[in-house]
């Protein structure tokens, strides 16, 4: 590993800047409706606090345009964490400036503070070396735990590590790119890909980098009939994005030539109109009525799916099998969920719906690792650098 663990650092007593992902969701009254995202930095913090560091915590709240907004402040947050960890965790006014420099100049060993939301400033998002300095200044260790927005240049993510010579991810970015990296440089194999969501635009460029590199790749959702009717097939009023039928065709050209199993839905479940009260039947995926969608595949699919994931010893899932939010579409993708399970594979999950549909089957816990990014996951599923994680590197 080229970048250092948080318990390869000397925080004892020190102040450390503990960059975090609190981009949690509010309810119209401004409570959190899900604190997944605070639970997963808590390893990370009860490691720092057990070392008795002054952990200055820092984060962003949606989106506001550069400047303070009420309703995207970190108040809720704050309140949450101190009912975790069971202390008072100070919301700082600002995260930057003197009264916040004061702030964190009386922190005690094991205190901990959180600074305002980062992006009331727009040099956070702009990388600003100015205001990456002055970040900087509050700390003497650097801490990234925050892998889902490690994709993103901004100031508190890739310009404040210039002004660290101490510097560290934490845990859930640790075990973020150690699963990926089980994954996507030495898996076990078969190493099957499972890949779904709506639209091919979306994961086009994984799909590109994923094909050659996997045993078999699993095409599901909404995105699948775009590659059924690349491969001839009439899909009715299914989703499909005609610009990218020849690139949907070339993919799986591409990964015909280096061997590997392309598996596309047999059969599909459709219904006149995306609706829980709508009128559903199973029907082949050429036999699809015109006047009608396919919203989930079917269960000859779902048997030809799990067959392909029976001897997988790596499994990566990205992307739901179809509307599974809807109960009368949910089969496909809890199905799946089942097949990924009994399979005893190394099973790495990412991306908001798939993360979701894992939990609400009761079977979270049999999956090997869940990712909590969605952007950060997808940019190093297509092959790329993520900003975050390259200026960690020591």
Same mark, same amino acid.
């Given at each position: 590993m080229a970048f250092k663990s948080i318990d390869q650092v000397d925080m004892a007593g020190k102040k450390v800047f503990l960059r975090v992902d609190f981009n949690v969701p509010l309810d119209k009254t401004g409570n959190i409706t899900d604190d997944t995202r605070i639970q997963a930095v808590l390893p990370t913090l009860n490691y720092a606090l057990s070392k008795k560091a002054k952990i200055i915590l820092a984060s962003h709240l949606g989106r506001p345009k550069g400047k303070p907004e009420a309703e995207f402040s970190l108040a809720p947050v704050a309140r949450r964490l101190g009912d975790l960890l069971k202390k008072e965790v100070p919301l700082a006014p600002d995260c930057i400036g003197p009264e916040v420099e004061r702030m964190v100049e009386a922190l005690n060993p094991g205190d901990v503070l959180l600074l305002e939301n980062l992006r009331f400033h727009k040099e956070e998002e702009k990388n600003d070396p100015g205001f990456a300095q002055n970040l900087a200044r509050l700390a003497e260790v650097y801490v990234n735990d925050a892998f889902a927005v490690s994709h993103r240049a901004h100031a508190s993510v890739e310009g404040i590590t210039k002004f660290f010579k101490e510097k560290a991810a934490g845990y859930l970015m640790r075990d973020e790119l150690h699963y990926l990296g089980k994954v996507m440089e030495d898996p076990a194999r078969p190493l099957v890909a499972v890949i779904g969501g709506a639209k091919v635009s979306g994961k086009l460029e994984v799909l590109k980098n994923l094909a050659p590199r996997v045993d078999r790749l699993i095409i599901g959702g909404g995105m699948a009939f775009t590659f059924l009717k690349a491969v001839g097939m009439a899909v009715g009023k299914s989703l499909v994005e005609e *610009?990218?039928? !020849? =690139?949907a065709r070339g993919i799986i050209e591409g %990964? !015909? #030539?280096?061997? &590997?199993? $392309?598996?596309?839905? $047999? *059969?599909? &479940? &459709? %219904?006149?109109?995306? *609706?829980?009260?709508? #009128? =559903?039947k199973v029907v082949p995926v050429d036999k699809i009525p015109g006047t009608e969608m396919g919203l989930d595949i079917g269960p000859e699919t779902l048997l030809r799916f799990g067959e392909a994931l029976r001897d997988a010893r790596t499994i990566l899932w990205n992307g739901?099998?179809?509307?599974?939010?809807?109960?009368?579409?949910? !089969?496909? =993708?809890?199905?799946? &969920?089942e097949h990924i399970v009994k399979s005893g594979a190394l099973s790495v999950v990412g991306g908001g719906d798939t993360d979701t549909a894992v939990h609400r089957s009761g079977k979270a816990d049999k999956i090997s690792y869940i990712s909590t990014a969605g952007g950060a996951f997808l940019e190093l599923l297509e092959g790329k650098k993520l900003p975050g994680v390259e200026a960690l590197k020591t």
């Open positions: *610009d990218l039928i !020849n =690139t %990964a !015909n #030539q280096k061997g &590997v199993k $392309v598996f596309l839905p $047999v *059969d599909c &479940v &459709v %219904a006149e109109k995306m *609706d829980p009260s709508a #009128q =559903t739901p099998m179809g509307v599974f939010e809807m109960e009368p579409f949910s !089969n496909g =993708t809890m199905g799946l &969920v």
